[in-house]
Structures are given as C-alpha cells and as structure tokens.
T-cell receptor, first 112, second 111 residues
Framework: AQSVAQPEDQVNVAEGNPLTVKCTYS??????LFWYVQYPNRGLQFLLK??????LVKGSYGFEAEFNKSQTSFHLKKPSALVSDSALYFC??????????FGAGTRLTVKP | DAGVTQSPTHLIKTRGQQVTLRCSPK?????VSWYQQALGQGPQFIFQ???????QRGNFPDRFSGHQFPNYSSELNVNALLLGDSALYLC??????????FGQGTRLTVV
C-alpha cells in the first residue's frame, strides 16, 4: 500500500527566508511524487512532480523539491519565501497503476 | 482551455437525500478521479473512471457511485446522505496518468 506523511501541520517562516515543507512516502514500487498547493476555498494547484531522472525537481513559482530514495523523502523547498506563498501544501504519491494518495497537508505561513 | 470544471460550486442537502455532482475534464484528458476533502484534511480518493468504467476505488461505501460519459465528463452520486458527507468534493483529470489537474471543487453541506 502507498502512503504519504507530512510530519508538520504548520510551518512558519519570515519573508525572504528559505522554506522547507517535509514529506516522506511509502510505496512498494517506484514512486511518482507530487506537490500541490491549495488556497482558501479553491481546488488543488499542481506545483511539481518527480517521475524519474534528476533528484532535484524545479516547479512553478520558484519552488523545487528534492527526491531522496534512501530516506524516502520528497521535501519541498524555496530559497526565498513570499507572503503570497502562504497556503496549504499537499504532498502526494502514486505507485504504478494506483491512484494518488495525499498527505494531510502542511499549512505554510510566511510573515512579513 | 477551460481546465477542469465542476458544478455546482456549493450545495446544501438534507440528511437522507441524494446528490449528483458533475465534472468536465481538461481538454484531451480521458481519466477522471474524484476525491473527498473534509475540513482540515487531505483529499481522500473515492474512485477513478477511464473508458466509462470504474477502474479503481478507495475505501468508500457503495452509497458513493459514479459514471463517466463518452465525452469523458463524469458524475459523482451520493445516496442517503449523512452529516459526515459534508466536505469539498474534488474532481481531477489526467492524461496518461501523470499529474492530475483539479477543479475548484463542490462544497457539499449536509444538514
């Protein structure tokens, strides 16, 4: 069975500082990994994905994520946070033919 | 490209009633998945439709059923509504089962 864990319910950072939102996963095969962002009363917006290849994946709005197979992690990062990055972030995993499974989400708050 | 569209955006139903939610996938996408997102939680997979058939199903009771039409649009039906069915229902479409594109969701409130 596939699963995702986001160990932090809340992450607070100051504007201009780097941010990291953590994600670990469990799958039986090779994982497809995703990050999505959700703004209030909206659907999920795709940020980036890892399918294969380079472990560092670059996505939308300056976000990137690093795939670490040995630690089964896929942490989301951004070098310099913006107040507008404040939102709910979801990590998701898909294993082979299975559909995506999401973590519980991490609320990111960027303070001016 | 209109992206994934869902209707209605909001809905209020009474316990015991039935509801139908609709989804039009992103142009060119042939696979539709439905998710339930309760307040403060991550989306939970309900089921996925491909070629008008249910291909996968999550841990949801038979009260939840769906349909996919030849134009790839989809419906989610929930019978005998319970208070606990109150949630944001998200539709997502994919092509070749890579990243999913989500609609804005339908907020269902059961009273």
């Amino acid at each position: 069975a596939q699963s995702v864990a986001q160990p932090e319910d809340q992450v607070n950072v100051a504007e201009g500082n780097p941010l990291t939102v953590k994600c670990t996963y469990s799958v039986s095969g090779n994982p497809y990994l995703f990050w999505y962002v959700q703004y209030p009363n909206r659907g999920l917006q795709f940020l980036l994905k890892y399918i294969t290849g380079d472990n560092l994946v670059k996505g939308s709005y300056g976000f990137e994520a690093e795939f670490n197979k040995s630690q089964t992690s896929f942490h989301l990062k951004k070098p310099s946070a913006l107040v507008s990055d404040s939102a709910l972030y979801f990590c998701a995993v898909r294993d082979g033919d299975n559909d995506m499974r999401f973590g519980a989400g991490t609320r990111l708050t960027v303070k001016p | 490209d209109a992206g994934v569209t869902q209707s209605p955006t909001h809905l209020i139903k009474t316990r015991g009633q039935q509801v139908t939610l609709r989804c039009s996938p992103k142009s060119g996408h042939d696979t539709v998945s439905w998710y339930q997102q309760a307040l403060g939680q991550g989306p939970q997979f309900i089921f996925q439709y491909y070629e008008e058939e249910e291909r996968q199903r999550g841990n949801f009771p038979d009260r939840f059923s769906g349909h996919q039409f030849p134009n790839y649009s989809s419906e989610l039906n929930v019978n005998a509504l319970l208070l606990g069915d109150s949630a944001l229902y998200l539709c997502a479409s994919t092509l070749n089962r890579v990243e999913a594109f989500f609609g804005q969701g339908t907020r269902l409130t059961v009273v």
